[in-house]
């Protein structure tokens, strides 16, 4: 059954979240989900900012992912993760070290 790319995100971030609920619970966690002053305590301009590129990098894995070849798919995978580092380097000010560029390569 083909189903959409966004229904099975849906079903990824849905199983997500019950189990980081269950382990939550299982470590006597307290959970305040609907109170947004505790929930998004200590975000600041700079987390959303990551979290929108997060959302935008992991979709366009998930497409890529389900149209390419395995070939293009490592390719692409690659240059994931040097696309993050420059993004990181650029709005953070974090370094770009060779340890990075030799793992990338």
Known sequence: IE???HIQNLYLY???FIT???A???TGEEIYIWRTSTFFKGYTIDTLVVIIIFVAVGLST???LK???AI???FASALEM???ALIGHYLFGSAVELRLELFVS
Do not use: M, R, W
């Open 3 to 5: 189903q959409s790319i």
């Open 14 to 16: 849905t199983f997500n």
């Open 20 to 22: 980081n609920l269950i």
């Open 24 to 26: 939550a619970v299982a």
């Open 62 to 64: 998930s497409l890529l």
């Open 67 to 69: 149209y390419l070849s």
């Open 72 to 74: 293009l798919k490592e």
């Open 82 to 84: 040097v696309t993050v």
